[in-house]
């Protein structure tokens, strides 16, 4: 079958054959139809994130849809190592599979259900979002930012504070629900005080794709400039800006400042699983939307240096060839 393969640690991915998957007892053999690239993919891929694993060749990609062996329409997750799910075929947990609703593209389940989950969870569980409270979503401007703060709003959210550093994409996040926008930049005292104007007026909830400069301003500000007594909630989904930062021990001790994380790890497997069934099933009533690009899954070795974050990259299979 046709797979994107990385043959070693360092080497980009690659479509080449690869020998088809066989289900063990427990799994569900799928025939992919959609799987989309992500900064997760990526990072495994390149062996970058921390949860790449070391077996090789293995095909690239986590999840995605398809059909299983009776005809049935899925989302699938964590498809068995050395398999992927950017290939012909894969195997996955039956566990780990949520029925597609009726109306819902394979294509948009793809694109939308990694950075749903994403979103969903650090809303609804890890920051226990509460009807009426203000939610600022740092980094709103890429794909899962602009997600997040339509799914702020889904969940009952009564205010959302949008940031990112363009200010004509920040527009556009105004106009899918943001009540107000914060413009990044580089002055960091300027920044910091921005924020600080942001959480005089109260802010419960941040979600941040960023990490990096803006989350330290944003920490500092919350702690000089938060509610005393009241918790704010802090959950870092992506670092896109940096991986690392440098927080003063003083902004914690100062504050009841809540600082959590969203992935692998962070909240237990089948309550992830549940949350994306959650995403699919309000994809078409809620009218939630995320930019991608479908690319069949021939055109892989042009395509995948081409990603990028403002338009998700779904590659299509069209399931011959095992």
Known sequence: MRAAIVAAAGRPPLLREFPAPVARPGETLIRVTAAAVSHLVKG?????HY????????????????RTE????VYFAMARAPHGSMAEFTVADARLCVPLPDGLDDRVAAAIANPG??????????ARLR??????????????????????????AGRVIATGRDAS?????????????????????????????????GIDIVVDYLWGPSAERLLIAAAKGGRDGVP????????????????PGAALRASAIELTGVGKGSIPLPRLIATIGEVLRATVPAGLEIAFRPVPLADFDWAWPE????????????????
Do not use: H, Y
């Open 232 to 247: 704010m909630r802090f959950v870092q989904v992506g670092s896109v800006a940096a991986p690392e930062i440098t927080l």
């Open 169 to 201: 994409a920040l527009a556009d996040v105004a106009a899918l629900g943001a009540d107000a926008t914060i413009l990044l930049g580089d002055d960091m005292a300027a920044l910091e005080g921005r924020f600080m104007d942001a959480f005089a007026e």
């Open 117 to 126: 989950m994403s979103s969903w969870a650090a809303l609804a569980e890890r």
């Open 51 to 66: 949860s790449a694993g070391g077996e090789f060749p293995a095909v690239v990609g986590l999840d995605g849809v398809g």
């Open 131 to 156: 009807r009426g409270e203000t939610v600022l979503v740092n980094g709103a401007t890429g794909t899962a930012g602009r997600l997040a703060v339509r799914i702020a709003k889904r969940l009952g």
């Open 307 to 322: 990603d990028e974050s403002t338009c998700r990259t779904v590659f299509t299979i069209d399931g011959e060839g095992r």
């Open 44 to 48: 495994r891929a390149s062996g970058a």
């Open 70 to 73: 009776d005809g049935a329409r």
